[in-house]
């Protein structure tokens, strides 16, 4: 008689689900419970979300979010007139008769003049980085994009305004600049600094856009937008523009700290906006005698104390954005 085939051996369920292997009774195409979900779990994406700012970031944001809302308040604020003047405090240390930081070598109260300061300080960064902003990055952006002729032209421009010394050319062009007549304005002393600093951050916001602008409109989805014939204007500002502005944005809060730190020497050498204004450059310049006497080195530290701090926030920010904003070619 013919051979009866044999009856597959039975598999239980439990080896079955260890192993992989349909039990007894399945086609082959049901899914068995733990090989499925195991499959499933191996095939689920890995979403890696977005780096986390640090506290470090955070803290420089309170810091400077604090700092520019005393600067923008400063007239509103219940605190001591920017020019009073107070005689028993005169070089006196914190605390003295109710003020926070004391006097300054005058009787003015230094709490109040750090903030005036700081109204006047960040003016003149922020001001000169704008005008920087624009004029470099514009030239910046085309230069590298068109190329050619153009490029040499701004490239030479931009070597020889870097070949002064930044603080020598700035100290010239504030010189030069203060009450002269441009545009039908007269210069005043705020206005010469912010124009010769915005002049000096021209050149090297201008090389940074370059740089990124020659690395973008190399890339695919430009030569796919040329190809579409898509006019130039249209590639530089929809295509380009969006991917170099974070590296230039990153730049500039570096620039911005650059900025207050050239305003404060050229105050303390007699270049600055004016020994009447109050600005952090102008409130060491006021307290350097005392503190190679000793008598009140507060004055100077509490003003350097705040530069510092405010650069600092500045830089970390800066480092943040081009960080969190870095595209890389594994990303795309």
Avoid at 59 to 66: F, G, K, R
Avoid at 203 to 211: E, G, H, S, T, V
Wanted: with cysteine; charged share 15%.
């Amino acid at each position: 008689m013919p051979e009866q085939p044999r009856s597959p051996i039975p598999i239980p369920l439990e080896e079955s689900v260890e192993t992989g292997i349909a039990p007894h009774g399945a086609t082959g195409l049901e899914p068995v419970p733990g090989v499925a979900q195991a499959i499933a779990v191996e095939a689920t994406p890995v979403h890696h979300g977005k780096r986390k700012i640090g506290i470090g970031a955070w803290i420089s944001i309170v810091w400077l979010a604090a700092i520019t809302g005393s600067a923008i308040l400063a007239p509103v604020l219940p605190i001591a007139p920017v020019n009073a003047r107070y005689p028993e405090i005169v070089r006196k240390g914190p605390g003295t008769a109710g003020h926070i930081l004391g006097g300054d070598s005058i009787g003015h109260d230094l709490f109040s003049r750090l903030i005036w300061g700081a109204r006047n300080s960040l003016t003149v960064g922020v001001c000169a980085v704008g005008i920087g902003f624009l004029i470099g990055g514009m030239l910046g952006l085309l230069a590298g994009y068109h190329r050619g002729r153009f490029e040499t032209v701004v490239v030479a421009i931009l070597d020889i305004l870097l070949s002064f010394p930044a603080l020598v050319l700035a100290l010239s062009l504030s010189i030069f600049l203060r009450g002269r007549v441009i545009l039908g304005v007269q210069m005043t002393g705020l206005m010469t600094v912010i124009l010769a600093l915005g002049i000096i951050a021209i050149p090297a916001i201008a090389r940074i856009a370059r740089a990124s602008t020659l690395t973008w409109s190399q890339r695919e989805f430009v030569l796919a937008a040329r190809a579409q014939g898509a006019k130039n204007r249209r590639i530089i500002f929809r295509e380009v523009l969006p991917n170099v502005v974070p590296a230039m944005l990153s730049f500039a809060f570096l620039a911005v700290a650059i900025v207050i730190v050239a305003e404060a020497a050229l105050s303390i050498i007699g270049a600055g906006i004016g020994p009447d204004k109050a600005t952090w450059g102008n409130i060491i310049n006021d307290g350097r005698g005392d503190l190679t006497t000793g008598e009140a080195p507060h004055i100077v530290f509490c003003a350097s104390a705040v530069i510092f701090l405010t650069v600092m926030s500045l830089n970390y920010i800066g480092d943040t954005i081009r960080q969190r904003f870095d595209v890389r070619e594994s990303a795309i």
